[in-house]
C-alpha cells in the first residue's frame, strides 16, 4: 500500500480529489444511499455504537451490543487519539477523522442486516485497533517531525480502505441472486485470508511507526546534545564577555563615548569640517613619513569642536577592516581627564574594544596588571600595554586625535609626546596623531618647533568665519522665530548677523 501524504484544508467548489485521503472517502462513498450518506456525514464517536435503532432494540436483551462496544473500543480510543494529535495542524483533522468515523459507522449500520457478520465484523475492528500504533506513546514526537505523522497517517488511512473493501462484501451479497446470508458466507470466507493481510500490513504500519519514532528519538537526542553544547558555549562566551567588561572597565573611569557624543552635539551642523578639507592636511593624512600633525589655537577657538569633527571624518575613512581612530579629549573642567594614566588607560580600552581575533594573551595580560579585575594598573604597566595594543599586526593604521594635552599637568604632556615619540621611532607602530591645543607651555613649545610648516595650523578669523556666520545666523533666526528677538526693521537681522560675528574675533 503506497504512502500517502498528510492532506490540507480545500477551499471552493468542489473538485478532483488530490490526496489519498480524499480519494479513500469518495471510494467508500460509492453506491451509499442518501440514508447511507447521511450517517457517514453526521458520523461521532459517541453515535457510533448505536447507528440505527433496530440494531439497539435487536441485541439489547442479550448484552451484544454492549460486548461489540467493548470490542470496538480500543480502535475508537485510538482513532480519538489520533485526532487530537491533527489538531495542531489547522483542519487537518476533520478531513481526516470524518471519513474514519463516518466508513466505520456505516459498516456497522449494514452489517445488521446480516446478523452473525455483525459480530464476525466487530471482532476484525477490535483486532484492528489491538495492532494499531498507539499514538499516545508518540505524542511528543508528533508535531516535530514529518516522517513521523506520514508512517501514523499511512496507518490510519488504511482503516478507509478496509471498510471500503468490507462494504463492497456486503454490497454483493445483496445484490447476489442467492439467499442473502449464504452469498454473505461465501464471500466472508474468502474476505478472510485477505484480512490476514490487512492484519500484516497493520502491523507493518506498527513496526514503521516505532522505527521514525526511533530515529525521532535519536534525532531529539542528538538536537538536545548539540543544543546543550550550543547553550553552554553560549554561558561560556557570556561569562567571557562579562569578566572582559569588568577587565576593561579597570583600564579607565572615562566614560570617553559621553564626552565625544557632548561635542557632537555642540557642533553646529555644517561647521568645523574646513579642517579635514585643507589641502595640507589631506597631504599630511597620505604621507607615510609625517606621523603627527599640530593644531594651534587660542581658548574658546573651538579646538575640541574641531577635534572631534576630526574624530568623524577619520572613523568614517577608517571604517575598512584594520584601520582605527581612537581619540582622547582632555578637559579642564573634569580633573579625572588630567591624570596621564587615564589617558592611557582610555586608549587602551578603544584599542581592545574594536579588536578582531583571538585577544587571549592580551586579556591574560591585563588579567595580570588588573589582579583578575580587581585594581587599575599602575601608569608604566598601563603605557606598557598600550604599545602592546599599538603594535597589534592586526592594524594597517591607528588614527590618534589628542584634544588639549597643553591641560595637563607638565609631566603629563612631556609624558604624552615621550609615548608618541615612541611609537613614531619603530616600524612595529603604524600610527598618525592629530593634536589640538594652545601653543602654551615650554613643553608643547619645543615639540612644535620641530615640526614642519606642513604638519602645523594655526587656526585663523578665515578658517573659522564661515562656521561663525553660520553659527550666528542659526542662532538669531531661532531667536525671531521665537519671538526672543523683535527687529522692526528686517533688513537689520543681516547687520547684527555680521557685527557678532566680526566681533567674535576668532572664538
Known amino acids: 500500500m503506497a504512502s500517502n501524504a498528510l492532506p490540507s484544508a480545500t477551499t471552493g467548489d468542489r473538485r478532483k480529489p488530490i490526496s489519498a485521503w480524499e480519494a479513500a472517502q469518495n471510494r467508500f462513498l460509492e453506491g451509499l444511499s442518501d440514508n447511507e450518506k447521511q450517517l457517514f456525514e453526521t458520523a461521532t464517536p459517541e453515535n457510533l455504537y448505536s447507528s ?27 482513532v480519538e487519539d489520533y485526532g487530537k494529535a491533527l489538531d495542531v495542524f489547522a483542519n487537518a483533522s476533520s478531513l481526516l477523522l470524518c471519513p474514519l468515523w463516518g466508513s466505520l459507522r456505516v459498516l456497522i449500520h449494514t452489517a445488521q442486516k446480516y446478523g452473525k457478520y455483525l459480530d464476525k465484523l466487530a471482532d476484525m475492528l477490535a ?51 442467492l439467499k442473502r446470508a449464504f452469498s454473505c458466507k461465501i464471500l466472508w470466507k474468502s474476505f478472510g485470508s485477505q484480512f490476514d493481510e490487512y492484519l500484516t500490513q497493520f502491523r507493518r504500519h506498527r513496526q ?9 528519538h535519536m534525532l531529539e537526542a542528538k538536537e538536545a546534545r548539540e543544543l546543550e553544547l550550543s547553550e553552554r558555549a553560549l554561558r561560556r562566551q557570556e561569562a567571557e564577555k562579562v569578566k572582559r567588561e569588568k577587565l576593561l572597565q579597570c583600564l579607565t573611569p572615562l566614560n570617553y563615548r559621553r564626552q565625544h557624543r557632548k ?22 593624512v597620505e604621507s607615510p613619513d609625517r606621523p603627527c600633525f599640530w593644531c594651534l589655537g587660542i581658548p574658546g577657538a573651538g579646538k575640541s569642536v574641531i577635534a572631534s569633527s576630526v574624530v568623524d571624518s577619520m572613523q568614517l575613512q577608517y571604517s575598512s577592516t584594520g584601520k582605527l581612530c581612537c581619540y582622547y579629549y582632555c578637559d579642564y573642567a573634569d580633573l579625572s581627564t588630567l591624570d596621564i594614566s587615564t589617558v592611557f588607560g582610555t586608549l587602551c580600552h578603544q584599542l581592545l574594544s574594536h579588536m578582531t581575533g583571538s585577544q587571549a594573551k592580551l586579556m591574560e595580560r591585563l588579567n595580570e596588571l588588573t589582579e583578575e579585575g580587581k585594581s587599575t594598573p599602575d601608569k608604566q604597566d598601563l603605557l606598557d600595554f598600550l604599545y602592546l595594543c599599538l603594535s597589534r599586526p592586526q592594524w ?58 606642513d604638519c602645523l595650523h594655526d587656526i585663523r578669523m578665515d578658517d573659522v568665519r564661515e562656521d561663525i556666520s553660520a553659527f550666528t545666523r ?32 576668532d572664538m
Open 52 to 78: 440505527a435503532n433496530s440494531l439497539h432494540g435487536k441485541y439489547i436483551a442479550d448484552s451484544r451490543l454492549r460486548a461489540i462496544q467493548q470490542k470496538l473500543q480500543p480502535l475508537v480510543d485510538c
Open 127 to 177: 483486532r484492528i485497533g489491538d495492532v494499531l500504533p498507539r499514538f499516545r506513546v508518540y505524542e511528543a514526537l508528533f508535531p516535530n517531525h514529518d516522517r513521523l505523522r506520514q508512517a501514523l497517517s499511512d496507518a490510519y488511512l488504511d482503516i478507509i480502505r478496509f471498510c471500503t473493501d468490507v462494504k463492497s462484501i456486503f454490497a454483493k451479497a445483496s445484490k447476489s441472486s
Open 208 to 216: 514503521n511507526v516505532e522505527k521514525e519514532a526511533g530515529l525521532s
Open 263 to 284: 561635542l557632537q552635539n555642540l557642533r553646529h551642523p555644517g561647521t568645523a569640517v574646513w579642517i579635514t578639507q585643507m589641502p595640507k592636511f589631506s597631504s599630511w
Open 396 to 453: 594597517k593604521e591607528i588614527f590618534l586625535v589628542l584634544d588639549g594635552i597643553d591641560e595637563l599637568p607638565s609631566e603629563g604632556q612631556s609624558e604624552v609626546l615621550q609615548m608618541l615619540q615612541h611609537v613614531n621611532s619603530g616600524e612595529k607602530f603604524r600610527v598618525k596623531t592629530f593634536i589640538c591645543s594652545r601653543r602654551q607651555g615650554s613643553v608643547i613649545v619645543r615639540a612644535v618647533d620641530k615640526l614642519s610648516d
Open 474 to 505: 542659526a542662532i538669531v533666526e531661532a531667536k525671531v522665530r521665537s519671538s526672543e528677538l523683535h527687529l522692526q526693521d528686517p533688513s537689520m537681522q543681516d547687520e547684527i548677523i555680521i557685527a557678532l560675528a566680526n566681533g567674535a574675533k
